[in-house]
């Protein structure tokens, strides 16, 4: 299950999607509490997709490469995904090390060594498929190191930041 | 009848020639520039060449030189580029080379808007009042003593070109010499002619144009009227035939005038004849296209008349296929231009590839284009893509068939004005056939998006799974290395590879 969210024309929508893994092409979702089942039938060209069934509603669209601009025949609306996996403030279960969930650029980093953050505190910005991805804290303490600076590409699993 | 005709043009005229030449039997060649290579033009004729000139379609000495070399009986121009240039006509002429359009003589008096309107008043016809710039670089007293006599406000127009591009209204002095002097540069760029004259703008009116067939026999028959009203950038955007805004009595008298008028210049081959109605319904007229409209599918939807074939006959000597009574006109058509623009961002054009070209289908539904999937739209010529034609039993079936047309229409790598063309059909004023000339300066395009909450929702859940998608989370991950069989054959690898 994967929480999202995604702000269309300024309005914040809280996502959750279940792909279901016994048929290929068909998620459940919970668009701000309310279910969905969605059916994707060009499922093997995640590229090419242009259309979509939401419910029995087929839905012709077109989204721009960074998911930034949808059409749909009632017109033209302004996204954001936020991808709360990537980006959102996870408990504080591991050793403090914040690691690159994917791999990108760096494009801002908030915080330098000695300083003390919150839980869910924006330590830096991972930018990556044209989407930038604040990286929270994942617990409260004092950062103690900063492997990362502004401009530098990480890879998967990179150590960016450790907090103590 | 000619056996190999050459198309003298691009995009959607060309293929729309080329597939009335393969129906009556006749070899087409066309021509096109590198960056047109990917036209449909250039995949359905029977031959193509390529012209590396600047001057690309408009180049007479390299047109000419490939008819002669390929054998072409005849040249059709198309509209734009070589159509409606009379030197052209006669250099054809003098290689023995049909051109498929009016004589040469009378193009030349056509394209003299002055001199066209100057017949015609004298034959007893409204004209709207107007008068020519002296001097080319008339100084500031001349010009506005000239704009005196015509009146405000009044439009600046190309002493060849008319009202398409290159005119300018004007609705106060101050703004005169400045609208002259672009004017002028536009005239000089697009026609090759700086000369200009003043005219006495009509304001609010409606844009009628009568299409005309005349063969060499002098027979001569026109296809209805179109109204061309809805105008951005002196570029109709839809026409429809019949014009709303007419009485049964005022079509006849419509008629009847465009063939006079013909008549007094002798005109041949097909061309518009094009008026003004004030609002005290009073026709004016303005001047005649001596060549094939962008907009001529919606005159022929009505009539049932082929237009390209009748140039063709027309030109190799025949007579027309249909008397005047023989033509019928029947239910109500109407066509949008469809621009590769883009509405949202101040109507820029939007050139690229066509990832997906999907044409609306159906009874009454006409699509003329030089687009299909996996083309390139290049930048280099007019926004034009897709000439979208519908019909109707009477307006409103027209109407909500255009509105279904524009629905079935899929058009993605491009963006373009289909949008704007949805939202136009759908304004009332416009739903009750009521515009006029005034209505796109008071239109605007609503750029806000249908916020209902069942649509955000879906969209909502649309681009979650795209997001998901794209970045392959919704699949289980299976290192590439796996999915390719590689691995297993590599085991099996000869011996000494290793």
């Given at each position: ?5 995604i ?8 996502v959750?999607?279940t792909?279901?893994r ?6 459940t ?36 490469p ?14 954001q ?14 050793d ?21 953050v919150?839980?869910?505190q ?43 | ?7 003298a ?27 047109d290579?990917d ?5 359905l004729?029977?031959e ?8 690309r ?9 490939i ?5 072409a ?17 006669e250099?054809c ?18 394209r ?9 008043k ?19 007293a ?7 006599q ?8 190309s ?22 002097r ?14 200009l ?23 001569i028959v ?8 809805l ?6 955007l839809?026409?429809?035939s ?10 006849e008298e419509?008629?009847?005038a ?21 609002t ?14 962008i907009?001529?599918g ?45 509405p ?19 009874p ?6 030089y ?14 893509l ?10 409103a ?18 963006q ?15 739903v ?9 300066a008071?239109?605007r ?11 955000c ?16 989370l919704d699949?289980p ?22």
């Amino acid at each position: 299950m994967h929480k999202l969210t995604i702000i269309v024309e300024n309005q914040p929508h809280e996502v959750e999607v279940t792909p279901n893994r016994a048929r290929p092409g068909e998620y459940t979702l919970f668009v701000d509490g309310h279910p969905l089942t969605v059916f994707v039938p060009d499922f093997d060209n995640p590229e090419l997709v242009d259309w979509m069934i939401v419910e029995d509603r087929p839905y012709e669209f077109i989204l721009s490469p960074d998911l930034r601009v949808a059409q749909i025949y009632s017109g033209r609306y302004d996204v954001q995904v936020r991808d709360k996996e990537i980006g959102g403030a996870r408990p504080f279960v591991g050793d403090g090390r914040v690691k690159a969930p994917i791999p990108g650029l760096i494009t801002r980093v908030y915080v330098e060594p000695g300083q003390a953050v919150e839980v869910g505190q924006p330590l830096l910005v991972l930018e990556a498929m044209k989407m930038e991805n604040e990286i929270r804290a994942p617990g409260r303490g004092i950062v103690h190191h900063v492997a990362v600076q502004p401009g530098q590409t990480v890879t998967l699993g990179e150590m960016m930041v450790e907090i103590q | 009848m000619f056996k190999k005709i050459l198309i003298a043009n691009r995009g959607e005229i060309a293929t729309r020639i080329i597939r009335t030449c393969r129906e009556m039997g006749i070899w087409s060649v066309a021509l096109y520039t590198p960056t047109d290579r990917d036209s449909l033009h250039v995949r359905l004729a029977d031959e193509a060449h390529m012209i590396h000139t600047p001057n690309r379609y408009g180049d007479a000495d390299e047109v000419l030189a490939i008819a002669k070399a390929v054998g072409a009986e005849a040249i059709h121009p198309g509209y734009g580029f070589l159509a409606e240039e009379a030197d052209f006509a006669e250099r054809c002429a003098a290689e023995g080379i049909v051109f498929i359009g009016p004589p040469p003589a009378v193009i030349r008096t056509l394209r003299n808007k002055m001199l066209t309107m100057e017949m015609v008043k004298r034959a007893g016809y409204r004209v709207p009042v107007y008068a020519e710039l002296p001097d080319a670089y008339a100084d500031e007293a001349t010009l506005q003593q000239t704009a005196a006599q015509v009146g405000y406000p009044l439009v600046v127009k190309s002493a060849r070109g008319g009202r398409g591009r290159g005119a300018r209204v004007v609705m106060h002095p101050d703004k005169l010499a400045d609208a002259v002097r672009s004017a002028r540069r536009e005239a000089q760029l697009i026609y090759g002619d700086d000369h200009l004259y003043l005219e006495r703008a009509i304001a609010p009116s409606h844009y009628l144009t009568v299409q005309i067939l005349a063969d060499v026999h002098g027979n001569i028959v026109h296809l209805g009227e179109r109204e061309g009203s809805l105008l951005r950038h002196n570029q109709k955007l839809i026409e429809e035939s019949p014009s709303p805004a007419l009485t049964d009595a005022q079509r006849e008298e419509l008629w009847t005038a465009a063939i006079d008028i013909a008549r007094l210049f002798n005109f041949q081959n097909t061309g518009a004849v094009e008026f003004l109605m004030d609002t005290a319904g009073h026709f004016h007229f303005t001047e005649i296209k001596a060549r094939i409209q962008i907009e001529h599918g919606v005159s022929e939807m009505v009539s049932g008349v082929d237009i390209v074939r009748e140039q063709i006959r027309i030109a190799a000597g025949e007579p027309l296929l249909r008397t005047q009574e023989q033509i019928r006109l029947q239910g109500w058509a109407m066509h949008c231009r469809i621009n590769a623009e883009d509405p949202w961002n101040d109507y820029l054009p939007s050139p690229g590839r066509l990832t997906r070209f999907r044409l609306p289908q159906g009874p009454d539904v006409r699509v003329d284009t030089y687009g299909y999937a996996g083309c390139a739209i290049p930048e280099r010529f007019d926004p034009l893509l897709a000439n979208l034609i519908v019909k109707g039993d009477d307006r409103a079936m027209c109407l909500s068939r255009m509105r279904r047309a524009l629905m079935e229409f899929r058009i993605v790598g491009v963006q373009t004005n289909a949008p704007l063309h949805k939202q136009l059909i759908q304004h009332p004023i416009f739903v009750a056939g009521t515009y006029d000339t005034n209505f796109m300066a008071r239109f605007r395009f609503d750029v806000s998006a249908n916020t209902n909450a069942e649509t955000c929702r879906d969209l909502v859940a649309i681009v979650a799974v795209a997001y998901l998608m794209r970045r392959r989370l919704d699949r289980p991950v299976i290192p590439p290395r796996f999915q390719s069989g590689w691995h297993r054959s590599a085991r099996r690898l000869p011996a000494r590879w290793t």
